[in-house]
Structure formats: structure tokens, C-alpha cells
């Protein structure tokens, strides 16, 4: 194999490598979205601000009509 | 991969802002009145809550939240149509309209045939935990089922078995799933708002869905069909 060959083979190694993390990356971001709008109820918050995330519940009163109208349990 | 990303995205976005002016529109004053009804007997019952947000700016949560919501699908949808489907065949429209319509009955139409959404102020905070739940479930068998009908109907197709039977067999599938939702229990909650009002609201709620997934499915349609007939011109 030519050092040609096996630099071209290295950069289709590199970029399957690529794709594989950015679709990966992008897929758990998106569930990740998903969950804050249709599911959060502060647990997403709370390691940052604490227990008022959790009794404010910023992520579900800002996605709440978002939330009703999808379909998602709300109250 | 990376191109049916590009493509998902784009049309996650057209799909999510499609449903957000739609709802903006149509949806919000319906939600608005449902909210008022609920303030009003609150304000009966002698309670006051304090909102962490106004209105207005849950109006404008509703648009970013159906947008975020259709880029998040569109992610998913471009992952699994590339999965799915990885040469072209000429029929890029076909194969983006059935599984726009996979996903519309399997993560939307199912979980709302067992749980109907519900306007504002329906819907008990003491309880929402245990229905987010049961919810999520529901769009677990929806998808399971769906996946399950795609396979069957794929299986079919390769033994040379009709068409008839073959949607015969899809409608089966896709009866039984939402007949097994129905084995979790009901909801308990007490709707409380006039019933003219919440089914306006689902039925509106039901359009959104559609819309968000019938303008994804249809601009990705339209992209791939691009990018087909390139492939297979340059082929």
C-alpha cells in the first residue's frame, strides 16, 4: 500500500469517525429537548439552581402551552 | 448520514415553525380562554397562585417550544430515514411521506387516541408525575408498534404477498397497538372546563401535530428528491 493509499485510507477513517460523533451529538441533544419540553419538571435545572428549580419549574411553565397543545401531560 | 442530518434539520425547523404559527394563531386564544376559566375558579375558590411566567411570554415559549421540538424531531427523523433507506430509488417523495406518517401515528396520533390532550387548567398538578408516565409509555407501544408494521409490511413486500393483504395486515398491526394502550389505566383526572371548549382545543392540538409532521415529512420529501435525482444523474 502507497503512503498515498493509506493517507486517504486514514482521512475516510477520520471522517466516518466524524459523522458517527456529530450524529451521535446531535440525536442525544434532541432527546435532551425533547425531555425539557415534554417531560421536565425541574430535574434538568435543579444541578444548577437548586430546589427552586423545582418549585418555579422554569422549563415547564416556559414550554407549557407548547406541552398542552403537543399532546404531552400537563396541568 | 451527515447530508439526511442537514436535510432533517432543515425540515424539523420548517415543520416546528409551520405548527407554531398555526398554534399562535388558532391555538393560543383557545388556551388563553381555558386559562382565564381556571383563574376565575381559582379566584371562586379563594386560592391565588402566583404564574412564573405572564401570558405573553408564554406565547412566545409556545413558538420557541414547537420550533426546538421540530428541530429535535427532524434530528431523529433524518437519523432513522438514513438507516432505513440508503440507496435512492426514485421514490425520495413516497419514502418521506410514509415515514413522516410512521412517526405522526407512532410518537403523536397513538399516545393522543389513549390520552386526549387536555386544555389549561384540566389536569391535576398532584398527579402529573404518574401521567407523564403512562404518556410516555403510550409513545413507547406507539413506536414499537409502528416499527413493528413497517417490518411486517417489508417482510410481506419481499414474499410477494399483495398489496391488499400486505395494508391488511399494516391496519392490524396498528389496531392492536392502540387496543394495547388501553390496558393502562385511565385517567382520573377531573376535567373541570366545558367540554365544547376542551375538544376545540383537542382537535386543535391534533392539527398542530399533523402540521409539524406533515411539513417535516413534506420538505424532506422535497429535498431528497433533489439530492436523488443528482445522486442518480451522476450515477
Known amino acids: 500500500m502507497s503512503q498515498t493509499q493509506v493517507a486517504a485510507g486514514t482521512r475516510s477513517v477520520a471522517k466516518q469517525g466524524l459523522t458517527a460523533a456529530v450524529t451521535g451529538i446531535a440525536a442525544v441533544l434532541a432527546l435532551v429537548v425533547l425531555y425539557a419540553v415534554f417531560l421536565d419538571q425541574g430535574q434538568l435545572l435543579s444541578p444548577v439552581m437548586g430546589q427552586v428549580a423545582a418549585t418555579a419549574n422554569y422549563l415547564h411553565e416556559l414550554a407549557h402551552d407548547g406541552r398542552h397543545l403537543l399532546g404531552a401531560p400537563c396541568h | ?235
Do not use: C, K
Open chain 2, 1 to 235: 448520514m451527515l447530508a439526511s442530518l442537514r436535510r432533517g434539520v432543515l425540515s424539523g425547523a420548517v415543520g416546528g415553525l409551520l405548527a407554531g404559527a398555526f398554534g399562535f394563531l388558532l391555538a393560543e386564544p383557545v388556551m388563553d380562554r381555558a386559562v382565564d376559566l381556571e383563574v376565575a375558579r381559582q379566584a371562586a375558590a379563594g386560592q391565588h397562585t402566583v404564574e412564573t411566567f405572564t401570558r405573553s411570554t408564554q406565547h412566545v415559549g409556545f413558538v420557541v417550544a414547537t420550533l426546538l421540538v421540530g428541530l429535535a424531531f427532524g434530528v431523529l427523523y433524518g437519523v432513522v430515514h438514513r438507516l432505513v433507506h440508503r440507496a435512492p430509488t426514485g421514490d425520495a417523495w413516497g419514502r418521506a411521506l410514509r415515514l413522516g406518517g410512521a412517526a405522526f401515528v407512532g410518537l403523536s396520533l397513538v399516545p393522543f387516541l389513549r390520552y386526549p390532550a387536555n386544555p389549561p387548567g384540566v389536569g391535576d398538578a398532584a398527579t402529573i408525575a404518574g401521567r407523564s408516565h403512562l404518556w410516555t409509555v403510550t409513545v413507547v407501544i406507539g413506536l414499537v408498534g409502528v416499527a413493528l408494521g413497517a417490518l411486517i409490511a417489508r417482510g410481506l413486500r419481499e414474499r410477494g404477498v399483495r398489496t391488499s393483504l400486505r395494508q391488511l395486515a399494516v391496519a392490524g398491526v396498528l389496531v392492536a397497538t392502540v387496543a394495547l394502550t388501553f390496558v393502562l389505566p385511565d385517567n382520573t383526572d377531573e376535567i373541570s372546563a366545558p367540554v365544547s371548549l376542551v375538544w376545540e382545543f383537542r382537535l386543535l392540538s391534533l392539527a398542530t401535530l399533523a402540521l409539524l409532521w406533515g411539513g417535516l415529512a413534506a420538505t424532506f420529501g422535497l429535498l431528497s428528491e433533489r439530492a436523488d435525482a443528482r445522486a442518480l444523474a451522476s450515477a
